[in-house]
Every structure is written in C-alpha cells, then in structure tokens.
C-alpha cells in the first residue's frame, strides 16, 4: 500500500491532523491509513483496517451515495465537496449512529502524476447542525432551560451573544461571534462602547424594541461594518436573530443574539439583481479576488482584488471568454482551474482548492459557486505568502529531520515537566535497544537518572529558558531494564522548546556517547603514570640491583685479595674460600632470578615433568636455611601431620626455587619466634593439588603493600632493600614459576607485627600406585650415600677445550685433570676446528663467544666434517633462545658458567656412555 508518512518524512501531521482524515487507494478504495479520528469515529478503533476497501468496513456508505462520488474523484480526477451530509454508520453492536459531515474528496497522485488513490477529510459537524436546531428550540423554552441553552450558545456554528438591561450590555459571546464581528472584548460592556466606531445605529434601536416589547426580530441580509482584522473595518452582509429570554415572572431578561456572515451567498444572489451600487461595494470591500461568469463563460462581473491579481485590466476582461482569455495555452488546458470551473458549470456543484496558477506566479485558494441563470461565481484568495512559508518551513523540516534521522548524535524531544518522549532519532533508541521509549516519561524509563544531576538540570532548562551543557559527563545508566548500571560518559546539550503561544513546550537533548574518547585519554594518562612509576621502579630496582651484586662481589674480590697474602693462616684461608664461594653462589642465583623472570616475561620459560620425591625435596629446602634459623635463634618446622602424596610427576627444580624464595623470605623477615611448613593435597580432575603453607612470625605486611608484592622490582617499600636486602624478584618470579606449574602464589594472611602466611600451589600427576599418606620425616632417616663414583671418574679421557679467556681455560683444564681427564686447550674456534679435526680427543668443550670464529660456527663446522663424537657448548650464555641456538649448531648438551664441578663431570660421563652404547 502506499504510505503517506513514508512519502512525507513525516507521520506526525497525519496521525495529530484534527479532524477524520484517511487515505484510500486503487479502484476498490482500499485503506491505506486512517488517523486515530477517523477510526474511532467510523472503524471502532479497529487497528486491521488496512487492505480493507470501504465497501467491507462501512457496507452502508454505498447506498447512501459515498462510494459513487469516490468513484467519481478516482475515476475523473475532480475534487468532491460536501456539506452537511447526513451519514448513518452501524457500529459493532448494531446501533446505528448517525452524523452530520461536511468532507472533501480530492485525488491521490504519484510522482508521474497518475490517480493512484483518494484523500477523504472528513468535518463532523454534527454538534453544529444538532446545536443550531436546538438553539432554535432553546428559544422557545423557559427559564429553567437557561443552562441548556449555555451549552448551546458555546457550540453553535453561528454567532450568539447574550445581551442584558436596556444599555444592552454583553453577557455572554461565543467565539464565533467574534470571529464574525471582532475580536474585541465585550463581557460587560455597552453595545454603543464596543462598536462606537461603526454608525450601524439601527441595530441598538432593534434590539431596545425587542426589549421593550418582548417580541423577537428576525433581519435577513443586513449590511454591518465589522472589525474581523484588528484596526480594519469591511463591511459584511448577515442574517440577525433577535430572540427574548423571559424570566419567571415573564419580564425580558435578555435578549440572544444570532449573527450569520452570508455576504458570499448574497454577493452570489446579487449578481443578476438591480441593486448594482450596494453589490459592488460590498465586493469591492472583500479582502478576496472575485469574479463572475454566464454560462457561455463570459466574464460579466470583476472586482479590484481580481484585477490586481491578474494584471489584466477591467476593460479588457468584462465581455471576453473567461476560457479564452486565462487558458488558451494548451499546457494549461488540464490545469485544476480550469476543470474545477468546467465541474461547477456542468455538474452545478460547489467546489473549493488550492493550487498554484503559473500563469501569474501565484497560489491561491479557489471557491467556485454555480448561480442561477447558469453561470459562476468564484471567489479566490492570494496565499502565495502563506504557501511560500509552507514551503520554506517544509524544506527547513525535512532538513532538520534529516539531521534529526541520520546524526550520529542521539537526539530526543521531551514534552512537559514530566519529560514525556515525543520523539527520538535511531541513534537514541541504539542505546536502549529493549526499551520502548516513546510517549513514556523520561524518568519512569530511567529512574537511575533521577539522583544524578539530570533531573534537576532539564527542569532549570525547561522553566528558565537557559541551554545546558554538559561535557564528558559520567553516567550511570542500564541499557536494559533487567541489565546492570553501566557508567557512560557523554557530551550533551539541553535546550528549551518553546510552542505558538512562546510558554514552555519541552527540551531538546542532543547528546553524544564519548566513553571511548575518555576512556582512551584516562588510559593514556594512566599509562604515563605507570611508565613514570615503572621508570622510578626500575631505577631504584637498578640501584638495588647494583648494590645486591656489588656486595657479594666485592666480598669475592676482598678475600681474594687476602689470600695473595702467604702470611694467612691454613684456617684462614679455608674461611676465605669458603666466603669466597658463599658469595659466588649468592651473585649466580641473583643473575639466574634475572635470567628466569626474563624466560617467564618472554614466555620461554620451561618446566619439566620428572619423578619426584616431594618429601626428600622438602627436607632440602629446609636444611639449607637450618643453620640461618640457628643464628637467629627461630625454630624452622615441617607439619608431617597431613596426608600428602610422596612421588609426584613435576619440575623439582623449579617447585625447590619457589619454595627457597618463600621460606627464604621467611627466614629473613622474622627476628624471633618461628618459621612453619605445613602441607596439603587434594584431588583436582586427573590431577593433584598441592598446596604448600609457609607461616611465620616476622614483621608482617600491610593491605595497602600486599598488592604492589608480586610486581617486578618492587619490595613493600624503599626501606626493605635498605634493611634486608633483595633483589624484589623472588616472589614476582615465584609467582611466574607457580602458574608455569598450573598454580599460583597467594599471600593467606599478613599483618604488621603479626608474621604471614603465604600459600603456594601447583598441580602435579601422582602415580596411581601412590596413595595420601602422612608426610615421612625424611631428614632422620636420610642415608648418607657414599660416592660411589670412582675417584677419577674421567680417567683415560682426552677432551678438548676451546675458550678465549685464559682464566676460564685454566679453570677448565684443573677440574678435568683431577678428575682423570687429559686435557689440551685452544683460543678460539678455528684453533678448536682444527685441532678436532687433527687429533683424537673423545670430548670438545665449546665457547660460544670467541674470537675469528665463534663456537656456532665451529661446532657446524665440525659436524659437517664428520665428527661424530660429543660437543658441549660450556658458555656464560644462559637465555632460552641461546640454548636452542647450540643445540641447532650441533651441540649435545649445553652447560653454563660459572662453572659447576658436578654438572660437568656427570654431562661428560653421561655423553660418553651414550657413546659407547
């Protein structure tokens, strides 16, 4: 069906148009749209009313005559006009209601111009016909009828007035009383004060008559003077009533004035009437363009309006073919006009339009009367000034909604101080997608917005006038009625909507969502915090760093200096070493926290699933801080009361290097009382968890450090490293261990001067043949194992170190000659491929970075010759990517310095036996 509102952009005209209107398209009269008017007044409301024709929904319009001019409008494309016509409809209920209506009926084009339908407006006037009869009843009745009779006057078609006492002072006047004769005021006041400028003294005189006799005057076509235009006067032509109201006791009371404007219909009559001087100066007078025709269309009458409009002067159109003269232009020939007048002349009926003549660049409205000798009378008025408003304020209404329909910004209207939508654009209804908004009140849908500054601001705008900004405003909103508040920030403006009269109508919000811009900006500046609070972290972290190797470093260059001195004791210099070697061990594991928090940062971190003696790893970790605890004077125990499965499958090295970070925290933040370990497993899936918890008595954490524990370089604060010393990796890399083995590091309990608990978990498979058991004491039953290894355990093997560093190589050569080796060494990898290539040797030992070829290069180099036998890159390289990297060059194993004695001598064994396998 074709839709108006579609067409138009704008539905609101239609459906608030305030009288019955519908739109009727094709041959049948099917229903295209109907205002709510219209179907409340002739479909009962019914919603299901489109498709259907009129024959269907309202079977009793065609025999009374409704359906032939529809076909009629459709078939001829001429207007219908009709006044007053008594309409019976038969509602659901089968009562029959009956109606007075005045309607037009005026065709629907397309674009292309063709008749695709009908436009039906309907004007019920019943009220007016019913209350005209009933006024004329009214003034027949008593006194006790007078209430009736307000009704009556207020609703009239015509013009009423009350007039009392012999000063004929006004009571009562209805609007169309002053719509006829002026819109002054009158309550209360004189006849001869309200209309002292006019000298139609006969009516006062008229109206003391009826006073002073009673009876009723009646005055047909009486030329008045009235001001319908504020400080103009024109003269009209109307029919008067004079009427007496009797009070109980039968004097006059008043006196009800009827007044009917019929200067059309007399200027219609006059036309062939002798009275030619009255005639023309009542035409002339009109505001209207008039002129009249006989029925050959010969233009026999023309007043100054129609001559100004037209151009033509009077001369010139008195006597000529009305036809001939303003349509003989064939491409005039199909204009409304001219079928308008050739409708009226032949069919003798009333037609009223509007249209824009070309001709004279004007639009106009047009009332076309047949007379009766045949001939026209058409009156027709210049609205060009008002269509061109139309126009204009069509075009600014299409762009505006336009912008309205299309803006990225959600725009609404509110009505009233209650807020109610009437309108809102697609953006606005994206925010709320399950939300029906329109004709709901603003915070009935929203009531969040009520205690935030919404509410408070739309009222100052809406009493006040004064616009309202917010910008990056937060808030608070659910984009779904069951769904959460959601915080959203806004860019918005309130202004006032103000309606014909300039009071109050509504506000308009025009508001755009900029939580991503201020979220972006909030995220930037949060990120240059951080980066400013990284970069101050880590500079305390580099000179902590500094200082935590700097000390077991300078305590190995210290004693090391002390032993050139050959007046040391045999006692001294064992403690020498001894510090010597404390302190290298402390500067190893300090470099390999680095190295293993750079593995986890970089995701190249590996773990390992082995058998595992969780019980004997435990009593491990524990006895190498028993002496610690000893110094103290605290007491380090393990809780062996829980079941706790023996063997597990997982990474010993890793879950030993968590858990001498923990308990090494522990030992060192307690001064006095104790230090605990207690165990627990339970089944999680396929696997274990286990849990391991380290309490002690130490100096305690606060809540507000606790959370800054587990960030890299970051100790609870700048004091700790003073005090204690640390690196502040050794729980951030705990942390990272814990979630490699599937687990986590938790802080139970902290609190300052009241010790902490820290939990560590991981899962881990446990064999099936294993079952939960309380923890065996293992480190009283520990069985010192001898050395079973032969005292020199590389005896008879030759092996070949490459190195650059002096030092290194005499390192290198000591250890494997005293564990049997023969040994012969060179300076760097060409000396190394070709010493391998020209002698025996069973084991090279390769540097990686070395002068004129580097050990990657030696090492490819040697296999792509043909050496089979084992290569062992011994490097201080140490990174994940260095180890695939020996590996990829042909290296069997990968062994990093400094040098572990153990370590070399079982990779070397264990390489050699696969060898000889």
Aim: negative net charge; hydrophobic residues 40%.
């Amino acid at each position: 069906m074709h839709d108006v509102s579609g067409e138009s952009g704008l539905s609101r005209y239609f459906e608030q148009t305030p009288w019955p209107i519908a739109l009727l398209e094709g041959p049948e009269h099917r229903y295209s749209a109907a205002n709510p008017i219209y179907r409340k007044m002739f479909l009962g409301s019914r919603s299901d009313f489109k498709g259907m024709t009129v024959s269907q929904l309202l079977p009793e319009a065609r025999a009374q005559g409704f359906i032939a001019l529809l076909d009629s409008v459709y078939q001829t494309g001429t207007p219908v006009e009709g006044k007053e016509a008594y309409f019976v409809v038969v509602d659901s209920n089968g009562v029959p209601n009956d109606f007075y209506l005045n309607f037009s009926y005026s065709p629907y084009r397309n674009e292309a111009g063709k008749i695709i339908g009908v436009l039906a407006s309907i004007y019920d006037v019943t009220d007016e016909v019913k209350s005209r009869h009933e006024v004329q009843r009214a003034a027949e009745v008593s006194y006790l009828e007078q209430q009736k009779l307000e009704a009556v006057i207020s609703n009239a078609p015509v013009g009423i007035a009350v007039i009392v006492g012999p000063q004929l002072r006004f009571e009562r006047v209805n609007q169309k009383f002053k719509e006829l004769v002026s819109p002054r005021a009158y309550i209360g006041l004189r006849w001869e004060d309200v209309y002292a400028e006019t000298t139609d003294a006969f009516l006062p005189e008229l109206l003391r008559n009826v006073i002073k006799t009673g009876q009723p005057y009646s005055g047909l076509e009486l030329t008045t003077r009235v001001e319908r235009t504020p400080g103009q006067l024109e003269s009209r032509i109307c029919d008067y009533n004079f009427v007496p109201l009797l009070s109980p006791s039968g004097v006059v009371a008043s006196i009800l004035v009827q007044c009917k404007d019929v200067t059309e219909r007399v200027a219609n009559r006059r036309i062939g009437e002798e009275n030619e001087r009255d005639l023309v100066d009542t035409l002339e007078s009109m505001s209207d363009a008039f002129f009249a025709l006989d029925k050959d269309w010969i233009i026999t009458r023309v007043n100054e309006h129609h001559i100004k409009a037209t151009v033509y002067p009077r001369e010139k159109q008195i006597g000529s073919n009305f036809i001939e003269l303003f349509f003989s232009d064939p491409i005039h020939t199909d204009s409304i006009y001219l079928r308008s007048y050739q409708k009226a002349m032949k069919e003798r009926v009333e037609v009223r339009f509007e249209d824009y003549y070309e001709p004279f660049d004007l639009y106009t409205e047009v009332r076309v009367y047949p007379k009766a000798d045949g001939g026209l009378v058409v009156f027709f008025t210049d609205i060009s000034t008002r269509k061109n408003n139309e126009r204009k304020l069509a075009f600014e209404r299409h762009q505006l909604e336009s912008i309205f329909h299309i803006s990225p910004a959600a725009m609404a209207i509110w009505t009233g101080p209650d807020f109610i939508f009437e309108r809102l654009n697609p953006e606005y209804q994206k925010i709320f997608p399950q939300t029906k908004l329109l004709g709901q009140p603003l915070f009935d849908v929203m009531p969040e917005l009520r205690d935030q500054i919404f509410h408070e601001a739309l009222l100052r705008v809406y009493e006040t006038g004064i616009p309202f900004v917010g910008h990056e405003v937060p808030t608070m909103l659910r984009r779904n009625p069951e769904g959460p508040l959601e915080t959203i920030y806004y860019d918005f403006t309130y202004a006032q909507l103000i309606d014909g009269d300039g009071k109050p109508y509504g506000v308009y919000d025009h508001a755009i969502d900029v939580t991503d811009r201020v979220k972006a900006r909030l995220e930037i500046e949060q990120a240059k915090l951080e980066a400013e609070q990284a970069n101050q972290t880590k500079s305390a972290f580099l000179a902590n760093m500094s200082h935590e190797i700097r000390t077991p470093l300078g305590a190995i260059l210290g004693f090391a200096e002390l032993l050139k001195d050959n007046r040391n004791s045999p006692d001294e210099k064992a403690r020498f070493l001894e510090i010597i070697l404390r302190n290298g061990k402390t500067l190893t594991r300090i470099i390999d926290d680095i190295l293993d928090l750079a593995k986890v940062e970089s995701g190249k971190l590996e773990t390992e699933e082995v058998s595992t003696n969780l019980s004997l790893l435990i009593d491990e970790v524990v006895d190498l801080f028993r002496e610690k605890a000893r110094e103290k004077h605290i007491r380090i125990s393990i809780d062996r009361t829980t079941a706790f499965p023996e063997e597990i499958y997982s990474d010993p090295t890793r879950i030993r290097q968590i858990l001498i970070n923990i308990i090494g925290n522990a030992i060192k933040f307690t001064e006095s009382g104790e230090v605990r370990l207690s165990l627990k497993a339970e089944p999680k899936g396929e696997k274990t968890l286990i849990q391991l918890f380290v309490e002690d008595t130490g100096v305690g954490i606060d809540a507000e450090h606790q959370g800054r524990l587990f960030q890299p370089f970051v100790q609870a604060d700048n004091t700790t490293s003073r005090k204690y010393g640390g690196t502040g990796l050794g729980l951030v890399l705990s942390l990272r261990l814990a979630k490699a083995l599937e687990g986590s590091i938790e802080i139970v309990r902290s609190a300052p001067g009241k010790g902490s608990m820290f939990k560590v978990s991981f899962l881990a498979r446990v064999p099936q043949r294993e079952s939960l058991a309380p923890l065996r004491a293992l480190h009283s039953q520990t069985i010192e194992i001898r050395d079973q290894i032969k005292q020199k355990p590389l005896q008879g093997v030759s092996i070949l170190v490459a190195d650059d560093s002096v030092d290194n190589l005499f390192l290198a050569r000591r250890v494997l000659m005293k564990n049997g080796a023969e040994v012969a060494t060179v300076n760097n990898g060409k000396e190394a491929l070709d010493a391998g290539l020209g002698g025996d040797f069973d084991v090279i030992l390769m540097d990686i970075q070395m002068p004129i070829m580097d050990g990657y290069e030696a090492t490819r180099a040697l296999r792509s010759a043909g050496y089979k036998k084992p290569i062992l890159a011994l490097t201080a390289h140490a990174m994940a990517e260095e180890i695939a990297r020996t590996g990829s060059a042909g290296c069997d194993a990968h062994l990093t310095k400094p040098l572990d004695q153990v370590e070399l001598i079982a990779t070397i064994t264990k390489h050699l036996g696969q060898m000889s396998k």
